[in-house]
């Protein structure tokens, strides 16, 4: 509790959780916006789920987006491809591509599954997805331990 009275957003990302876990979702909610005002990444895609499923809010594509956009730039992987999906049925497969391609780049398994799936469908090109696996398993091997 002293770290969320220090505006620490990590603590109060987990508050979020802890009263969610409770099915306090209105408390969550309040952890998570306070969260998302210091910029914390799980908060925002936390909001984003909040507004995608309608659990204490109404549901409501335009934040679901908003929250999940903001996630993914600030590095959250699954944000990335939840970003490619909705894009992909919309229809905007060029912009569904690069959240994949970012995603990959990072290291996500589940971006690169499915950029696989959309090579195999001719929405990238060989070279796309070669770089694309090259620049996953950089990112996955420098993770690892030495």
């Not at 229809?91 to 499915?114: M, P, T, W």
């Given at each position: 509790m002293k770290r969320v009275q220090k505006n620490d957003s990590v603590a109060m990302t987990q508050m979020g959780f802890a009263?969610?876990?409770?099915?306090?979702?209105?408390?969550?909610?309040?952890?998570?916006?306070?969260?998302?005002?210091?910029?914390?990444?799980?908060?925002?895609?936390?909001?984003?789920?909040?507004?995608?499923?309608?659990?204490?809010?109404?549901?409501d594509v335009k934040k679901e987006i908003f929250y999940a956009e903001e996630a993914a730039i600030a590095g959250h992987p699954d944000a990335?491809?939840?970003l490619g999906c909705h894009e992909m049925r919309s229809?905007?497969?060029?912009?569904?591509?690069?959240?994949?391609?970012?995603?990959?780049?990072?290291?996500?398994?589940?971006?690169?599954?499915?950029l696989k799936q959309c090579y195999k469908s001719g929405l990238v090109s060989k070279e796309e997805f070669a770089a694309s696996l090259r620049a996953h398993q950089a990112a996955v091997d420098a993770t690892k331990s030495p």
């Open positions: 009263r969610e876990n409770e099915g306090d979702h209105d408390r969550a909610i309040e952890y998570w916006s306070k969260a998302v005002e210091l910029g914390d990444a799980i908060a925002h895609w936390s909001l984003s789920i909040v507004y995608e499923r309608g659990k204490g809010v109404e549901k990335r491809i939840a229809e905007r497969y060029d912009r569904a591509v690069k959240h994949l391609i970012i995603g990959a780049n990072f290291g996500h398994d589940k971006s690169i599954q499915a």
